[in-house]
């Protein structure tokens, strides 16, 4: 968090969101190294936010099983290193991982949370598959746990984050789940298609609405694999309004997200109070 917060005043977290191009015969360690560069353009952002699927394809199901890495592979130590060089919470987007230590190892999609110290402070294996019989169901396991995490910057607020993936965003019991846990700001990466994004601005904002939570998507760009992916990454506070968009090029959005602002929203207007549970 940049915050710059006294005790009494506003409670300010600038959010970045990289929306990268994906180039679909651009090596690896190109895009490692793009990502990098786009990280650094942030300026004096906090938190950080790469999309899913940057480096190994949202769709490049023919690539996925090469390009996987462990948890402790070379992606991610990149990642690590890239977050304590530049002091920010970095969320790493997804990669493919890959099981480690059996003959026969497991796929997930999942997304690495790196605090400003490089180390990985979450992880969240994208529990809703997308693809129906083909494409993710397919070639990955899925996740089985949500993902929620403490920002903690001294002299400013702690602020629970929540993690979800991509098509993740059209279950909204999966959120729900997350605002149990004490989230305040949702933190989606995304390789979503351009056919769908309307889909995608209007399911963010119900999100955001629905659970009085700061909703931060970053989505891709470019084509994988005959896919045209839509752009349009946006923040969106806790009233549902977007205060930051992109369009359907690369480029970096950033958002001063308002703490203080979100507590004293849902003080004034309780709705999550008023849940009913199993009897609505
Ligand atoms: O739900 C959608 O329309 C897109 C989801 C998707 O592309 C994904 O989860 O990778």
Redesign the pocket.
């Known amino acids: 968090m940049t915050a710059t917060a006294s005790p009494t005043g506003p409670q300010i977290l600038r959010v970045a969101v990289i929306q990268m191009r994906y180039v679909e015969d651009e090596p690896v360690a190109s895009r490692l190294r793009r990502a990098a560069d786009l990280v650094c353009s942030a300026g004096d952002a906090s938190l950080v936010v790469l999309p899913?699927l940057w480096a190994h394809g949202?769709f490049a199901y023919a690539s996925w099983a090469r390009h996987a890495e462990e948890l402790d592979g070379a992606l991610c130590s990149e990642l690590a290193a890239l977050a304590r060089r530049r002091r920010i919470w970095l969320h790493g987007g997804s990669f493919i991982e890959r099981e480690a230590g059996v003959s026969e190892p497991r796929l997930w999609n999942t997304a690495p949370v790196f605090d400003p110290s490089g180390s990985q402070c979450a992880g969240y294996r994208k529990i809703h598959r997308?693809g129906f019989a083909a494409g993710?169901p397919r070639l990955l396991t899925a996740g089985t746990s949500t993902s929620a995490f403490d920002l903690a910057v001294p002299g400013s607020a702690t602020v629970r984050a929540g993690l979800s993936?991509?098509?993740d965003?059209?279950f909204p019991e999966l959120y729900r789940e997350l605002v149990d846990q004490g989230v305040e700001l949702n933190l989606v990466a995304?390789?979503?298609?351009e056919a769908?994004i309307a889909?995608w601005a209007a399911l963010g904002r119900a999100r955001a609405i629905e659970n009085q939570t700061v909703v931060a998507q970053c989505n891709l760009v470019g084509v994988d694999n005959g896919v045209v992916l839509g752009g349009r990454s946006q923040i969106i506070d806790a009233n549902g309004d977007v205060v930051a968009m992109a369009g359907d090029s690369e480029e970096v959005i950033v958002a001063d997200v308002d703490i203080t602002a979100l507590r004293r929203m849902r003080a004034d207007f309780p709705v999550l109070a008023d849940r009913r549970r199993g009897a609505a």
């Open positions: 899913e949202g997308f993710e993936t991509c098509y965003l059209r995304a390789a979503w298609p769908r889909h």
